[in-house]
């Protein structure tokens, strides 16, 4: 044989051998809505964990990208690198991620395979990012609130005594933190030192609060003496944000005991109270 005709035959065979050899399968990825993961037109709230999954096939596989971003700023990444699956088939792998969005509006999730010969696949979708209703109110307030109502007091070898108490003011301090549900928040409220917890309700632009046996002493004249009453209120509250301001308004109702020298007696109050707490910002856990 000829080598002109010899080395036509080996191209002609190496050309036959390339046409046999195996192209490899480009993969493909899809949502995953198992196991609690999001899927298309979602709803979270802001701040809150959820998870996200894709499904990949093909062939040595290298890595799945996850992407959430918004109006193609990116909020945050993660990426599943899958070194095991380099010389193996994979038909499916399950990529899962938990993700915290801190933001509100729609969200795009995009999912990302790539195999060792450099081929890729992606699938997006968008879910919707809503703030948490209880959001607005987080942070801690100061301010001072007034009292209007009428005060009775009773002791032991004094006449009784009825006063209308006007603006009669104190300080207050209310820390607002999240509930365990998004229109929920927890209420500190603190009044000279002295504090007490409830869980308020959410409203629209107002908390709804209710606290009982909220411990509270103050100095007032009565019969020409100075007391310092000991007692317990009981306040039913609405609080309204207005700007960086929480405005309270609501009722309230006491009990406790007065002593004056060696006398004791009892003393009730009953009235309203309101006043405006500035936003002194978040409050730091």
Do not use: W
Request: proline share 4%; glycine share 10%.
């Amino acid at each position: 044989m000829k080598k002109s005709t010899f080395f036509l035959a080996c191209c002609i065979g190496l050309m036959l051998f390339a046409s046999c050899k195996k192209d490899p399968i480009p993969p493909t990825i899809n949502i995953f809505d198992g196991e609690g993961c999001v899927t298309e037109n979602a709803q979270v709230y802001s701040g809150d964990e959820f998870v996200v999954g894709f499904t990949a096939t093909g062939e040595s596989l290298a890595k799945i990208d996850i992407t959430l971003s918004q109006n193609g700023t990116v909020l945050v990444t993660y990426t599943d690198d899958l070194n095991s699956q380099k010389d193996e088939p994979v038909a499916p792998y399950v990529c899962k991620h938990n993700f915290v969005v801190r933001t509100s509006g729609t969200v795009t999730i995009t999912g990302t395979v790539i195999d060792y010969a450099g081929q890729t696949a992606s699938k997006s979708f968008e879910i919707l990012c809503n703030e948490k209703p209880c959001a607005i109110f987080l942070g801690e307030y100061q301010g001072n609130v007034l009292f209007n109502g009428t005060m009775e007091a009773s002791v032991a070898g004094m006449d009784p005594v009825q006063q209308e108490v006007t603006d009669n003011e104190t300080p207050v301090i209310l820390s607002i933190t999240e509930g365990e549900t998004v229109d929920e928040v927890v209420v500190v409220f603190n009044v000279n030192g002295q504090e007490s917890t409830v869980t308020g309700t959410v409203e629209g632009d107002k908390v709804i609060i209710a606290l009982t046996d909220v411990p509270y002493s103050f100095n007032y004249q009565m019969n020409g003496f100075s007391i310092s009453p000991t007692m317990v209120m009981n306040l039913n509250l609405t609080a309204t944000l207005v700007d960086d301001q929480l405005v309270l308004d609501g009722t309230c109702h006491g009990d406790g005991e007065v002593n004056v020298f060696f006398a004791t007696g009892t003393i009730t109050i009953d009235g309203t109270i309101g006043g405006r707490l500035t936003n002194l910002g978040l409050i730091q856990k």
